[in-house]
């Protein structure tokens, strides 16, 4: 059984989705709902068709409502009629105009011509006539007028919208109370995922603040999750670094949804932490060093001497490469370099002093000289020395504006 509601142009849809999940939407005014399931909660179709009718006006509209055994007379009787109309199966809608069946300019001039204007003097024309004059497009016609079809319900299914909002009466000024009413909001966001099968790669926290601002902070996890706990604690870490300047008066919380991680571990392979852990120990590792020097370090694209960046959620490169069989003297850095005395014997280092490090200069090499950046406000001019000291250390110096560092010593 099927339940056509037709609202004159006023929003049906919603409706429609309050009663069930199957719904076809036939026209902007014009939705179709699958009521087969609906008997074992509503009743009868009588009791069903009564309850989308007060539902309906509860909402503002004045329905017309077509309850019929195919989609198509439902919708027929629902834009004929107003009220509740039912229709049996092969039953034809009498009086009815012939331009509710949406016949082609060419077959409704001829209908016209033969004087047929309503579904009932359609019903009861000859099938083989009508055949022979009309084709098969006036065949269909007249079996819709006759109130017969066969065609399945074309359901629409709506894009899901995983976004959940709360406004308060008074204002939240503490991270405490706040933390309660993110997790409320959570917990029914990520239920939402859950019930489609799929995990949120993005959170999108807005604060609507007692001074008229939104203050908005965005979670982004290295792999699609749907804990509301982790994504609780990441948001409180989060909150603590940055809190808002204003008593917070409205929350929304909403999800990008993408499908969650399917990871399989093999047998031989080291178990790796959880995601979830692991980002969590991240966030509270940054609370510690400060936002920005904590994830994994990454070179950027230029020649400075011992630059890199810390970036989050970094994967793993895997080098393709020969390896290695005879490596080279390893480098230690040191970080920050420890400013030096270093006196010179013409062009050369001859005795350095340091934080722990004393000794003349047995042998050296350089200068290598290196600049860069020089359009940027970090431009750097440097000359670098390996020396050797008394004490058969080798270190890297380097001279830059005048000032010397020993920037490491080599293995």
């Known amino acids: ?80 009629f107003m009220g509740i109309t039912f229709v049996r199966r092969g039953e034809d809608l009498g009086p009815l105009p012939v331009e509710l069946l949406s016949p082609p300019p060419e077959i409704l001039e001829t209908l016209d011509q033969w004087g047929i204007r309503t579904f009932h003097g359609l019903a009861n024309l000859p099938e083989p006539g009508v055949a022979a004059r009309l084709g098969p497009e006036g065949v269909r016609l007249r079996k819709l007028a006759c109130g017969e079809g066969s065609r399945p319900l074309d359901p629409a299914y709506p894009d899901p919208v995983f976004e959940e909002s709360l406004e308060l009466e008074y204002a ?16 029914q966001l990520c239920r939402k995922l859950e019930e489609r099968g799929l995990a949120a790669r993005e959170l ?51 999800a ?25 120990t991240l966030a509270r590792i940054e609370v510690l060093v400060g936002e920005g020097n904590a994830g994994s370090p990454e070179l950027p694209d230029t020649h400075r001497p011992g630059a890199f960046r810390m970036v989050r959620n970094s994967p793993p490169r895997v080098c393709n490469g020969p390896k290695e069989t005879n490596p080279g003297l390893a480098f230690r850095a040191f970080r920050p370099a420890k400013p ?12 350095v002093v340091a934080q722990g490090i004393r000794g003349l200069v047995r042998s050296a090499a350089g200068p290598w000289r290196s600049s860069g950046d020089w359009w940027t406000a970090e431009g750097w001019d440097r000359d670098e020395w390996d020396v050797e000291l008394s004490d058969g250390v080798l270190y890297r110096l380097y001279c830059e504006q005048g000032r010397w560092f020993v920037e490491g010593s080599y293995d």
Do not use: W
Request: a negative charge; glycine letters at 6%; aromatic letters at 4%.
């Open 1 to 80: 059984m099927y339940a056509c509601i037709h609202g004159r142009g006023a929003p049906v849809l919603a409706c429609a989705y309050a009663f069930s999940p199957l719904v076809e939407e036939a026209a902007p005014d014009t939705a179709v709902i699958d009521i087969a399931a609906l008997e074992l909660l509503l009743g009868p179709p009588e009791k069903i068709a009564e309850a989308i009718r007060q539902h309906a006006l509860q909402t503002g509209l004045e329905p017309g409502i077509g309850i019929a055994s195919n989609p198509d007379a439902a919708i027929h009787a629902a834009r004929g």
């Open 172 to 187: 939240v000024d503490l991270l405490e109370p706040l933390a309660f009413i993110l997790a409320r909001l959570l917990n």
């Open 256 to 280: 990008r949804p993408a499908r969650p991680r399917v990871h399989q571990q093999g047998l031989f392979t080291p178990l790796a932490p959880e995601p979830e852990k692991l980002e969590l």
């Open 340 to 351: 030096a005395q270093v006196r010179m014997a013409g062009e050369q280092p001859a005795q």
């Open 204 to 254: 999108d926290v807005r604060l609507g603040l007692e001074s008229r601002e939104e203050h908005r902070r965005a979670l982004r996890p290295p792999v699609p999750l749907r804990n509301p706990r982790t994504f609780l604690k990441l948001l409180q870490l989060d909150l603590e670094r940055n809190p808002p300047p204003a008593p917070v008066l409205a929350v929304t919380v909403a």
